[in-house]
């Protein structure tokens, strides 16, 4: 099995807890390229040819999972997803990032291209029995119960944790050692 990280908004995965613990490889989503998600698909269905690939998308990389599940379904552990991509407008700006501490700037064109490139749920509905999600009550920047509005899972396939946006490593321990890691991992 082959097991990606797609991490969130203005990371690159360096360093990342999910990489260093369970061996997640790095997945980096580029914001700044139009259609940034075909090389992902592309490079995930050539591996698909040999061995099972696995998702972990944190924040944006979990929207991103969602939008290569519904293309390749491939299960998917969605960690405080971004489900609503116009939202990323309000990032617009001169940005950082938090992994190689180069700043670029974030424009309205970018939040466009993101949202193009979000794929029709109709065109590519979502086969929620291979989704997993790690949700936070209380997550500052997307809000708690948007993902139940709009997706169904399982409820042994979700777990709630009770702090913000960003996981503590606490929280990040818990999600590796719980039933539904398990069921993911499988």
């Known amino acids: 099995m082959k097991l990606f990280y797609l991490p969130g908004f203005n990371s690159n995965g360096q360093g990342n807890f999910f990489c260093e613990t369970v061996g997640a490889e790095p997945m980096p989503l580029d914001v700044l390229s139009p259609n940034s998600l075909d090389p992902l698909i592309a490079r995930i269905r050539d ?83 291979v989704v997993y999600a790690v949700l936070s009550k209380a997550d500052e920047i997307i809000p708690f119960g948007l993902f139940d509005s709009l997706f169904s899972i399982e409820p042994s396939h979700r777990m709630e944790l009770e702090g913000g946006h960003r996981l503590s490593d606490e929280e990040k321990v818990r999600v590796v050692n719980s039933k539904v890691w398990e069921r993911f991992i499988g």
Not at 69 to 77: D, E, G, Q, T
Not at 102 to 112: A, L, Q
């Open 47 to 129: 591996i698909q040819k040999v061995e099972t690939v696995k998702l972990i998308g944190n924040s944006l990389g979990g929207w991103a999972a969602l939008n290569i599940s519904r293309v390749c379904n491939v299960p998917i552990l969605l960690i405080n997803p971004a489900v609503k991509i116009s939202g990323m407008s309000m990032f617009i700006g001169t940005q950082t990032n938090f992994d190689t501490g180069i700043e670029y700037e974030f424009t309205s064109n970018h939040v466009d291209q993101l949202v193009e490139t979000d794929f029709p749920f109709s065109s590519f509905p979502l086969n929620c029995d």
